[in-house]
């Protein structure tokens, strides 16, 4: 099964316009850790934010902002006024404290920002 | 170094030739990782290290494939008598502490099998 669904394989927005990426997560563990990446064109996987499971707070950055849920095992992903340079593929990630061993990767979200 | 890093950053190979990818992980950081990376497709887990511990190997796709980590630090992934389903990006990351804390990702090696 897996553990973490982005369900939005591409998005496409017209700059300045939010966009939200969406990640549900499955996990039988109380303590896990939820992570975000980016992938731009170049390859290199950024790190972008990471969450333990005990922190519901949002969080916000810059123009970035996540909100976790765990009532709908969620942590999505905000974009206010989206610019060009934000487009890429974006990876929502889960790890288990009782395992570790690696890091569940959801499919990705492409995001492309038209100027 | 300040980061991770990868080579060769690009590799082409005939099929059935053996290939070394090796990793140079961040200073410090005592688990590693092998993911690979299918054109368009997601992250495939192949292999963890975490410091003197036996590896998790449960993401090999064969025993084509293989991973040692030397002295806790440099990590050398062979895949041996390459095909051509094995072309994708080689992702290696490192992190402080096993999946409880951010892992960086090198840059990759795009390895196509011809």
């Known amino acids: 099964a897996q553990k973490v669904t982005q369900a939005q394989t591409e998005i496409s927005v017209v700059e300045k316009e939010d966009v939200t990426l969406d990640c549900v997560y499955e996990?039988?563990?109380?303590?896990?850790?939820l992570f975000w990446y980016k992938q731009p064109p170049s390859g290199e996987l950024v790190f972008l934010i990471r969450?333990?499971?005990?922190?519901?707070q949002n969080e916000i950055s810059g123009r970035y902002s996540w909100n976790f849920q765990k009532s709908t095992s969620s942590f999505n992903f905000t974009i206010t006024a989206s610019q060009v340079v934000d487009s890429a593929v974006y990876f929502c990630?889960?790890?288990?404290?009782?395992?570790?061993?690696?890091?569940?990767f959801g499919t990705g979200t492409s995001l492309t920002v038209i100027p | 170094g300040a980061g991770v890093s990868q080579s060769p950053s690009n590799k082409v190979t005939e099929k059935g030739k053996d290939v070394e990818l090796r990793c140079d992980p961040i200073?410090?950081?005592?688990?590693l990782y092998w993911y690979r990376q299918s054109l368009g497709q997601g992250l495939e887990f192949l292999i963890y290290?975490?410091?003197?511990?036996?590896?998790?190997k449960s993401g090999l796709p064969s025993d084509r494939f293989s991973a040692e980590r030397t002295g806790g630090s440099v990590s050398t992934l062979t895949i041996q008598r390459t095909q051509q389903e094995d072309s994708a990006v080689y992702l290696c990351?490192?992190?402080?502490?096993?999946?409880?804390?951010?892992?960086?990702f090198g840059q990759g090696t795009r390895l196509t099998v011809v």
């Open positions: 990351a490192s992190s402080l502490v096993s999946g409880l804390s951010a892992a960086f």
């Open positions: 996990t039988r563990d109380t303590t896990y850790y």
């Open positions: 969450r333990n499971s005990f922190d519901e």
């Open positions: 990630a889960l790890s288990e404290a009782n395992t570790g061993n690696q890091f569940y």
């Open positions: 200073s410090g950081h005592t688990a």
């Open positions: 290290f975490q410091g003197n511990s036996a590896p998790d």
